[in-house]
């Protein structure tokens, strides 16, 4: 069965950084486009970073631009997020999320799979 296990989340003070991983299973991993979402307490699951199935195409929400790097390793079935200046907003659970095809999609309900989360909390 298809499992995406993510890892690297915990605390961290304002200013700091973060690397998230997620490791993919069960499935053609080069198949697949593949994003991180996030949801904080009371809020949507919304996207984050997304990376198409050759890593050629990124796109992140406009609050992480500049800060965020989404890359994957298709020979490792991985894909990380680098998170940089982390800020006090960026705290929320973290999930890594495919969808099967080569290009990327920006809305929940077209993913495929997703992983358990992982919680980022930044402190200010």
């Known amino acids: 069965q298809v499992q995406l296990v993510e890892s690297g989340g915990g605390l961290v003070q304002a200013g700091g950084s973060l690397r998230l991983s997620c490791a993919a299973s069960?499935?053609?991993?080069?198949?697949?486009?593949m994003a991180w979402f996030r949801q904080a307490p009371g809020k949507e699951r919304d996207v984050v970073a997304t990376i198409n199935w050759s890593g050629g195409t990124t796109y992140y929400t406009v609050s992480v631009k500049g800060r965020f790097t989404i890359s994957r390793d298709n020979a490792k079935n991985t894909v990380n997020l680098q998170m940089n200046n982390l800020k006090p907003e960026d705290t929320a659970v973290y999930y890594c999320?495919?969808?099967?095809?080569?290009?990327?999609?920006?809305?929940?309900?077209?993913?495929?799979?997703w992983g358990q989360g992982t919680q980022v909390t930044v402190s200010s």
């Open positions: 999320a495919a969808k099967l095809g080569s290009s990327s999609a920006y809305t929940r309900v077209q993913y495929n799979y």
């Open positions: 069960g499935l053609t991993f080069s198949s697949y486009a």
